[in-house]
Structures are given as C-alpha cells and as structure tokens.
C-alpha cells in the first residue's frame, strides 16, 4: 500500500562506482505520511528499501538535489550515468567507432577501448587472474586503459608518429583527453577527420594486437613497425573512398 505516493527513483545494484546500472520505477515507502523520505533512517526496512533509501548518496554524487529526485516523472540511466562520470562534449564518441565501419575488427577494440572494457591486466586483476600488473609493452608502468593509450612509451611512439604524419604537431594526451580532442578537432566527414579517426581506430587496434602478441605468443614488434602497418591499412581502406584519396597518400611519405 502507498503511503507517501511518492516516486523515488529505484537503484538495483549499489555500489561505489559511477557507472553502477540504475533503475527507475515507482517506489511506495512505508513510513509516515508526512516523513521526510530523503533524511529517512530506514532501520526497520527491508534490505530492498533500505538499498532504496541509501541511493541519496549516488544521486547526491551525481549532482540531484532532494526535490530534482522528487520531481522525476521520468528517469534516464544514460543522464545520471554522464553526470556521475562528468559532463563531456555532446558529440556521441560512437561515431569515432562508426567511421570504421568497413573495418569490423578496428570498429570492436576501438569500442572496447572506448568503453574501458579491454582487458587490461588492471581489470584482469580484478578477478584476481595476474598476480603482476606491469605493461606488457614497455614494461614500465601499470597495465589499464590510461597506461596503454598512450601514456605507454611504446604506445605513445606509435600514436605520435601517426599525429605528426597528420601535420598534427602535438604531444600525446591522456585516452579521455584524446577521445574529447577527436570529438572536438576531428568532427565532421571531411578527409582528414575521417582519416584521423581511422588511424586512431587502426592504432587502438595494432597496440591491442601487440599486447596479445607479446603476451600469448611471445612474439614483439617494433613501433616503428607498427607505426607503417597502421599507415598501410589506412591508405588501403582510405582508398576505398575516393573523396578521402588525397589525405591517406599524404600518410604515405612516411612509410
Ligand atoms: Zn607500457
């Protein structure tokens, strides 16, 4: 029975990190008609309203005010979600994954990568599967997504030659700095944002493939090496658009 005819948004799975899946649905509290369900100390709830009750802090860190909760008539998991992780440019990332549609294998890590769910030996270590958490690239820092794109010095060889070879004369940024930079610098469908997010695609790609390389099969690449490849594949798959013909072939001077 309703009490307090109240909605409150409803989180299934608590926990403290930001991208914890939030539902919403009508939730019908069982203290007094006039209680205040924000300051609400539910002892003697059930586990489920308790959990309920205990969102405060996650829409709190989200930004929600008491009466923004209140008002809710509809709620988007998306929303709080991008205000748990901060604001970002409102252009969708997904489009640094659907310019390389014509390369399915680019298009998934790239995805993977963009979402944090490569698995990195950081998040294999969650599961308690590597004991050391050193890159296997350069063997220097620890092994998660900010480390291998591109503050990894062999990574970071890689994307630098592929930035210089676009006349984009610049250091390596962090991977969310260089996501927010190719929303920002690189929109549009002319050449060379098309290019660039192809070579970001095709980079994300090879340093990934290095990794398992390395890792399963013992086998190492150069940078260098890598570096060409990228660029090789670029100018193939460029050359498919004929409007793109021009840009890949100026990556060719240096192969
Ligand atoms: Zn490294």
Redesign the pocket.
């Given at each position: 029975m309703s009490i307090l005819g109240t909605r409150l948004p409803y989180i299934s799975s608590l926990g403290t990190h930001a991208r914890k899946r939030i539902k919403c649905g009508r939730v019908h509290t069982y203290y007094g008609k006039h209680c205040n369900v924000w300051r609400a100390q539910p002892k003697q709830a059930s586990w489920m309203v308790q959990g309920i009750l205990k969102a405060q802090k996650y829409f709190l860190e989200a930004g929600f005010q008491e009466r923004d909760v209140l008002n809710m008539e509809s709620y988007s998991i998306k929303t709080v979600s991008q205000k748990m992780r901060g604001e970002l440019p409102k252009m969708d990332w997904r489009r640094l994954v659907r310019a390389n549609n014509r390369a399915p294998k680019w298009k998934s890590v790239l995805n993977l990568a963009l979402t944090r769910r490569l698995l990195t030996k950081a998040r294999l270590a969650q599961w308690g599967c590597v004991e050391s958490l050193t890159?296997?690239?350069?063997?220097?820092?620890c092994?998660d997504i900010e480390?291998?794109f591109f503050?990894?010095?062999?990574?970071a060889a890689v994307w630098s030659k592929m930035l210089s070879s676009q006349g984009i004369l610049r250091q390596c940024m962090n991977w969310q700095g260089e996501v927010v930079w190719a929303q920002v610098q690189r929109k549009g469908k002319n050449s060379a944002a098309q290019v660039f997010r192809m070579t970001l695609a095709g980079s994300v790609n090879y340093i990934w493939q290095e990794w398992n390389l390395r890792l399963f099969q013992g086998k190492e690449r150069n940078a260098e090496g890598i570096t060409k490849q990228v660029i090789r594949d670029v100018h193939i798959r460029g050359s498919l658009f004929p409007r793109l013909t021009r840009k890949p072939e100026e990556l060719n001077m240096y192969l």
């Open positions: 890159c296997t690239l350069c063997k220097q820092g092994e480390h291998l503050e990894c010095s062999y990574a």
